[in-house]
């Protein structure tokens, strides 16, 4: 039996670079990932902020955009509530999805409260709500 090989690439015309993968906690057929242009002093005003959730069965179109207010480091999916991600800005916030409620964030940190460098990871607690997490920062801080 040969190996599958899927190749998920940017749908935008500018590529940029897969910053984080999550997989889909429910099995192996959903990836979240989190694209950004790291050369961020030289981005544009209309550089796309966009990341992607995609089937593994249809790498030619991703299933869901994210739709973030600054361009998503990581991403991670809730195991407890696989509809839930979380993401790590470059302004510092976090932002959370619901994917039955589209591609805009249900939630942000307030600014004054987030991190003040990128967030380039963000992970899960397993608490009794599965709703806790920790955020880590060029800052310093984890939160």
């Not at 981005?43 to 796309?48: A, E, G, L, N, V």
């Not at 993401?87 to 916030?93: A, L, P, S």
């Not at 380039?120 to 880590?136: H, R």
Request: charged share 20%.
């Amino acid at each position: 039996m040969k190996p599958f090989v899927f190749v998920f690439r940017d749908p935008n015309e500018v590529k940029r670079t897969a910053t984080h993968l999550s997989w889909f906690p429910d099995g192996g057929r959903k990836l979240a990932v989190a694209y950004s242009n790291l050369r961020f002093q030289g981005t544009s005003p209309f550089t796309c902020l966009d990341s992607y959730i995609w089937d593994v069965e249809n790498p030619n179109r991703p299933e869901l955009t994210l739709k973030p207010s600054s361009p998503l480091l990581c991403v991670e999916y809730n195991p407890k509530d696989s509809h839930v991600l979380i993401g790590g800005c470059y302004n510092g916030q976090v932002a959370f999805w619901d994917t039955r409620k589209g591609s805009h964030a249900v939630d942000t940190s307030l600014i004054e409260h987030s991190h003040r460098d990128p967030v380039y990871k963000t992970v899960w607690l397993q608490s009794k709500t599965g709703t806790e997490f920790f955020s880590a920062s060029t800052d310093g801080q984890v939160r």
